[in-house]
């Protein structure tokens, strides 16, 4: 486990922390005007390893080359100049820190971080960390990497679970949810309505950036159910009809061993390491498609319909009789940042069928194939 400490003076920021992956939807904004919960459990911490934050260069301020050094190969709005490596955690694991009053950057209903670093050091004064809690952002607070220093605690860190571990804990990420109105209830009278969940949608916006760069331009099918109900229609939409059809399969712990003419595998990552699931055998050669762990548990060994939420409990061995949550009212759609994001990233993007898709992703987006 480590502390991190200003850079300045040596004063403790953090609670003592433990490292895990960076959430694909770290840097999601969902819908308009909502509040999202916390990004990160209390006691972790995820490091990205790009750059993020301002100052930002538009893509014509930016030479190809470099744009390429950068693993970047493909055109995007505007990249940043920030120091890569900065450090997310958890609001409430924060220390020794206050806001800096006039750094509220361009928010609606909190704080963004538009304009650098909005909490300082409360023993220096040194600019340490951006505070995020604004409408539709997930709240975090993220370390500038250039202003604090890693420091091990005492004790014995604990090694990353197994994957049958992680399997043994079941902590699945449930489709759809309730999402909170920040607005105070809509024209029902309520005060959230039930979505399809953020997470869901950026998991399923990087996946399809793998899906179709797997696909060499060929249709492909997903296995029936929530797979094909989050995958299927985007991916008509964007390959050709015909043969010769490409498969894509759930594989991973627990599952059976994947057909050895799998094209495509859609497989977790392990929520600790970022590592992702590896097949035995020849199905290893597969394409692998990443998927949060959570995501991919919930897809490859579904759950009951969810009760909706009500207080107080009931004695032991008596079941509850609650009518299931109520599904979204509209079809899926991935989330179209992390598909761009994640598409740009990958060398394949310089084909010119994938470079069209990514120049008609406005299109796409105004036909429901992808969110806003």
Known sequence: MFVFV???????????????ALPVHAHQQFGNGLQLPVLMESGTFAVDPEPWGPPWRTWEEIDPDEAAARSVYAPV?????????AIVMAPGDTRGTVLIPDRRGGACCGMDGADGPNMACEACGLPVASRI?????????????????????????????????????????PPFEPIANTWGGSRLGLDHFWSWSPQWEAAAGRALAHLLVASQGRPVTVQEGLVEEVFQRALDALLPAGPPVQRALLAGPGRPAPDTDADILLVPVHPQTGNTWVPPGPAASAY?????????????????????????????????????????????????AA?????????AVRSPWLREILENLTQHMRAGLFCW
């Open 133 to 173: 809690d604004d409408c539709s952002l997930w709240q975090a607070v993220w370390l500038a990497p250039n202003a604090v220093r890693r420091r091990p605690v005492d004790g014995v860190e604990a090694a990353p679970l197994s994957w049958a571990e992680l399997m043994a804990e079941r902590r699945s990420t």
């Open 288 to 336: 692998p498609v990443p998927l949060p762990f959570g995501v991919w548990l919930w897809l490859a060994f579904p759950e009951p319909d969810l009760p909706l939420p009500a207080s107080g409990g009931l004695p032991d061995g008596v079941l509850r009789d609650d009518l299931p949550a109520p599904r979204p009212h509209r079809l899926f759609r991935a989330d179209s």
């Open 77 to 85: 709005y505007a990249l940043s100049d920030g120091a890569p490596g």
């Open 6 to 20: 200003c850079a300045g003076c040596g004063s403790e920021l953090t609670s003592p922390l433990s490292e895990v």
């Open 339 to 347: 598909f761009r994001h994640t598409l740009t990233r990958l060398p």
